[in-house]
């Protein structure tokens, strides 16, 4: 199943929730990291904490059951239309800045 994002802060969301969701449990740290520095980033500005939540929760319930998982897991297959999706609606800078942020999520909790 293709899926496709409209807007940059729903493909940044996205990736942050695969990032969070890749060992199937979010810890307070990934929570933390996810509201003290993603939150703040330049794509999500003017968006109230509020709406960056709804964001958040309508975002990760389209990523987990839109696409194909096997056991629990998103299927390696997914995680790369999920990644092309992203690329397709966010710039070169705003690259940079999803990466960096993949990163420090997946470093919050170990």
Do not use: C, H, W
């Amino acid at each position: 199943m293709s899926i496709k994002f409209e807007e940059p802060v729903e493909a940044v969301v996205a990736v942050a929730a695969l990032v969070i969701g890749a060992d199937g449990v979010g810890s307070l740290e990934e929570r933390n990291a996810l509201f003290g520095k993603v939150k703040n980033l330049d794509v999500f500005k003017g968006v109230s904490e509020g709406d960056f939540r709804k964001l958040l929760n309508a975002t990760t319930d389209r990523v987990f059951s839109e696409l194909p998982m096997k056991d629990g897991a998103i299927e390696p297959k997914a995680i790369d239309e999920r990644a092309s999706a992203a690329r397709a609606v966010v710039s070169a800078e705003q690259r940079s800045t999803v990466y960096q942020m993949a990163v420090q999520l997946a470093a919050a909790d170990g």
